[in-house]
């Protein structure tokens, strides 16, 4: 059973559901000891998981995966996939809630890492700048 | 600063983030001693105060007060609003994830509600049953 997706519809349950997150973890193979791993996710009870694939679908990448307890997550970590489908959608189609300024940021981030900037201590720490922002724990979906 | 809500995009704000919700409360004063409470909500931190109120405008109805946290809330507790209002956008405009359960099953108990239903013990517990359907407890938004 397929559903079709509007994009307002997508706008819409991002705001509402969806997750822009930079990781930045500690990594002793790389130079700098710290990996940024930017992401984007939506996670939903396994019910939903016909929606996760819809929204696969839509955005042409991502994958589906099971989280703790009875959740399943879409999730877009290629940075080709984000900087390629997921940027370009959410620019052209603003999200209306401040998860707006989650994109920002994080788009923010992706676009230091096009220009390899997370690979020096100033652009990491720039980057660990823009990730922390003001503290929103009830954002987090998991 | 006004944003313009889509009807999709609020069709797909409530799938991911809206809340169809049925408390059935003791209340030693009713004759049956229970109090059947259907209510609509959308909770959001703070900083989104301003969607809460569009949104209040869009269906022309529901309370924005605070909640626990840094939290609000739109709530439509009237059965008149939620008959009118919230019912019917929702009826016309089909919720895609598995909410649009909770919205059938929330449907069918204003539905008994109008035919006072909910006053008899046989149509309690059948709403009990309705309501407890089987349990998503990761779906509470609060």
């Known amino acids: 059973m397929s559903v079709k997706l509007e994009t307002h519809w997508v706008v819409g349950f991002t705001d509402g559901h969806g997750c822009f997150h930079v990781a930045i973890n500690r990594h002793p193979k790389m130079k700098i000891g710290y990996q ?14 016909q929606m ?7 955005f042409g990448c991502g994958v589906v995966r099971p989280v703790q307890g009875d959740r399943l997550a879409l999730r877009v970590r290629s940075r080709r996939h984000l900087m390629r489908r997921i940027i370009p959608f959410f620019a052209q189609h603003k999200l209306k809630t401040s998860k707006g300024i989650d994109f920002i940021r994080f788009r923010k981030v992706l676009h230091m890492m096009e220009r ?12 660990r700048r823009i990730v922390e922002g003001p503290v929103r724990p009830e954002r987090s979906e998991e």
Do not use: C, M, Q, Y
Not at 36 to 49: N, R, T
């Open 52 to 58: 996760l694939h819809e929204l696969k679908a839509f």
């Open 36 to 49: 940024v791993l930017p992401e984007f996710a939506i996670v939903l009870h396994k019910d939903d998981i």
């Open 116 to 127: 390899r900037e997370h690979l020096s201590p100033t652009g990491l720490e720039t980057i």
